[in-house]
């Protein structure tokens, strides 16, 4: 490895983790708005995801530069290849936020509803999930990764529970169903984020391994 590579492979790492960190941040308020009620706080989140587009544009042309110029192979050429697919994740993230920001907005907005299942271990579930996910790339820490991927399936039957729950509550009262929907949308939201937080566990092992395991857990 060249003394420049080795550079650009430290600055690109820093990258990425810098922006997992804010998605991570940015996440976490758009669960606390909806957990709180907090209009506010949905709004600075709405606000936040032009940023983290222009972030994945910059880390993706940093990626395919030096892909072009250095000519990476072995681990040099899976790290960037895992950023660039960890990258898309870390977006595609930050815009499930914007939506759970979005429907947070309008719940607070509105009066509540009595939601028949408790959110609270669903949102802690996709939450560990997430920080474990950008801990396991700090560290490139298979063990952790290989949990991760073990945890997605609880979250899928938590978001089946709660489609249940919902959709019983709305034939009961249709008065609440736009507001049901929403929440429910809250739900399968979090289920998206859980499937991503395990796409980045998929990468790192890829990045560490050398082999692809993804779907191999479905």
Same mark, same amino acid.
């Given at each position: 490895m060249t003394i420049h590579l080795e550079k650009d492979l430290e600055h690109l790492k820093k990258e990425i983790l810098a922006m997992g960190a804010v998605v991570e941040q940015m996440l976490n308020k758009a669960i606390s708005s909806f957990v709180r009620r907090r209009a506010d706080q949905a709004e600075e989140v709405l606000g936040e995801d032009d940023v983290i587009d222009r972030k994945e544009n910059e880390i993706e042309e940093e990626c395919l530069r030096m892909l072009a110029l250095q000519q990476p192979v072995a681990s040099d050429l899976r790290f960037i290849i895992t950023v660039m697919k960890v990258n898309n994740d870390l977006e595609r993230m930050a815009d499930v936020a914007a939506s759970i920001a979005s429907r947070a907005k309008y719940l607070a907005t509105h009066d509540p509803i009595k939601l028949p299942v408790d959110f609270t271990k669903m949102v802690e579930k996709v939450?560990?999930?997430?920080?474990?996910?950008?801990?396991?790339?700090?560290?490139?820490?298979?063990?952790?990764? @290989?949990?991760?991927?073990?945890?997605?399936?609880?979250?899928?039957?938590?978001? @089946?529970?709660?489609?249940?729950?919902?959709?019983?509550?709305?034939?009961?009262?249709?008065?609440?169903?736009?507001?049901?929907?929403?929440?429910?949308?809250?739900?399968?939201?979090?289920?998206?984020?859980?499937?991503?937080?395990?796409?980045?566990?998929?990468?790192?092992?890829f990045m560490v391994e050398g082999h692809i395991v993804r779907h191999r857990y479905e």
């Open positions: 939450q560990g999930m997430v920080h474990q996910s950008l801990d396991a790339l700090v560290n490139m820490d298979v063990v952790t990764a @290989r949990k991760i991927l073990q945890q997605d399936d609880d979250v899928d039957q938590m978001n @089946r529970s709660m489609y249940a729950s919902l959709e019983e509550l709305m034939i009961k009262d249709s008065q609440i169903i736009k507001r049901a929907m929403n929440a429910l949308s809250v739900s399968r939201n979090l289920e998206r984020i859980a499937d991503l937080a395990t796409n980045i566990a998929e990468d790192i092992i």
